[in-house]
C-alpha cells in the first residue's frame, strides 16, 4: 500500500481524465468526456473544494442564473460536480478522506467520502475505495489531476 504526504496535496490541481469502470461489466466510460475541465484545491488549513464538469457545456438562455427553463437547470445538473470541506489524510494507508460541507448533490452533505491518493510527480490519482452509484451502476471512478502553476 503506497503512503502519501498531506503536505505534498497543498495546492491547486486540473482535472485531466474521469473514467469510470462498471464494476459488473468491466465497461468503461468517461461521464465528463474524453477531455474534462475541473479543479481541485487542498488549502494548509484542512479544507477541499472540487469542481468538474465536461467541457462545452451550453449556456442558459438567460444571464440571471435563477432564471432558467427546468429543461436548462436538469442539463446544467446532470453535467456538474461541486462539493467543498474538510479533508483527512491517513498517510500510512495512502488513503484520502473528503468531508461534504456543501454539495452540489445534497445527499452527500454531512458525508466522509474515502479516496485512494497517489502522488507521482505533478500528477495526483484519486479514486472511491469503495464502488459508488452512478447512472444506475457501482462504478469505481479513477480521476487524474496535474497540478497547476501558483497563480501568484
Keep these: 500500500m503506497s503512503t502519501v504526504d498531506r503536505n505534498a496535496l497543498i495546492g491547486a490541481w486540473k482535472l ?5 469502470r462498471d464494476t459488473n461489466t468491466g465497461v ?4 465528463m468526456g474524453t477531455t474534462p475541465e475541473g479543479i481541485i484545491l487542498y488549502t494548509p488549513d484542512g479544507y477541499m473544494s472540487a469542481q468538474f464538469c465536461p ?3 451550453n449556456d442558459l438562455a ?3 442564473p435563477f432564471d432558467a427553463s427546468e429543461h436548462e437547470y436538469k442539463e ?7 462539493y467543498s470541506g ?3 489524510v491517513d498517510e500510512a494507508r495512502g488513503l484520502l478522506e473528503h468531508e ?3 454539495s452540489f448533490f445534497p445527499n452527500w452533505r454531512g458525508q466522509r467520502q474515502v479516496r485512494t491518493c497517489r502522488i507521482e510527480g505533478d500528477m495526483l490519482y ?4 469503495v464502488p459508488v452509484n452512478f447512472n444506475g451502476s457501482m462504478k469505481l471512478a479513477n480521476l487524474a489531476w496535474k497540478r497547476v502553476n501558483p497563480n501568484l
Design 126 to 129: 484519486l479514486a472511491p475505495d
Design 62 to 64: 438567460s444571464n440571471d
Design 28 to 31: 468503461e466510460s468517461h461521464p
Design 76 to 82: 446544467a445538473g446532470k453535467t456538474y460536480f461541486a
Design 16 to 20: 485531466v481524465s474521469f473514467v469510470e
Design 86 to 88: 474538510p479533508f483527512y
Design 100 to 102: 461534504m460541507f456543501v
Design 55 to 57: 467541457p462545452g457545456r
